[in-house]
């Protein structure tokens, strides 16, 4: 396997196993999350699983925290020391200062080594896979510019649709963006959600009970995608699994679904969507 000349960064929010970046050399920079007084760092000190228990127990709103640009600029110069290049990829800037603060960080560094920060526009690990699939171009011998197109490329053809239990942790943190149209219309009713290319969530349609959201979500699939081959990933918090089992089994029995992906929602991002948070992100599956 050819020695990789490129390494990826990126932070805790991309939600991806640390056995997976490992495995790959992906360098990770953690948000730190804060019940009161208490602060973890996102999955080093606080696992998903911990951080759901401890937001039962806790009663009230966590808080969240970005990395500094100091941060990111140590592990940007150790990578360029190295001789290496650096791909950084974060957090949606709609929802975080996380890629303002890498973008800082790689103006301090003054033309010392080649460093591209990238706003996913996205988040979780639907932009996880993409950190991961250009770790795997990097490890394969792919240069800077082929990592960066397609990047490009993925987050371009990528479809997102995510449910929420309720909408009361987005618009507490502020980060509801054009959803915010949905209250006072949401007794018994599902909204379905995306975040647009400017990476702010929007809602995409509101349905009568989960039965009826799901079967939008299929719709909303096959309007993007027709009838080919898929790659699917689903996303959803610990503890609260039924709903996202129930939602793969319908797509896998509806779709011809190729490759398929199940992650976590980690504890940034549970802190603004809430428990009971389902996501799915779904690619075309011819897409390396």
Do not use: C, W
Not at 270 to 283: D, E, I, N, R, Y
């Amino acid at each position: 396997m050819p020695v990789s000349e490129v390494v990826l960064v990126t932070d805790s929010t991309a939600d991806i196993p640390q056995e997976t970046r490992e495995r790959l050399g992906i360098e990770m920079v953690p948000l730190q999350v804060l019940f009161g007084e208490e602060s973890y760092l996102d999955h080093v000190t606080l696992s998903p699983a911990q951080f759901y228990e401890r937001l039962k127990a806790f009663g009230g709103m966590p808080k969240t925290s970005q990395p500094s640009p100091a941060e990111f600029l140590s592990v940007y110069e150790r990578i360029v020391a190295e001789g290496k290049s650096v791909v950084s990829v974060h957090l949606s800037s709609a929802f975080s200062g996380t890629y303002q603060s890498a973008v800082l960080a790689e103006s301090m560094l003054e033309g010392k080594g080649r460093v591209t920060v990238i706003d996913s526009r996205s988040a979780s690990y639907g932009y996880g896979m993409m950190v991961v699939k250009a770790a795997e171009m990097a490890r394969q011998g792919a240069k800077h510019d082929e990592i960066v197109a397609e990047i490009g490329r993925l987050r371009k053809e990528m479809r997102l649709y995510f449910l929420v239990d309720t909408l009361e942790y987005l618009q507490r943190g502020g980060r509801i963006g054009k959803a915010a149209a949905l209250f006072g219309t949401l007794l018994n009713i599902k909204p379905i959600l995306t975040i647009g290319d400017d990476g702010v969530i929007y809602p995409v349609d509101k349905v009568r009970g989960q039965k009826r959201a799901f079967a939008r979500i299929a719709e909303l699939i096959e309007t993007d995608f027709g009838t080919g081959p898929i790659e699917l990933l689903i996303v959803d918090t610990p503890g609260d699994t039924e709903v996202a089992d129930e939602l793969t089994e319908m797509l896998k029995s509806r779709f011809d679904v190729r490759r398929f992906h199940r992650s976590e929602v980690g504890s940034v991002i549970g802190a603004h969507a809430g428990p009971g948070t389902v996501g799915l992100f779904v690619l075309p599956a011819g897409t390396a």
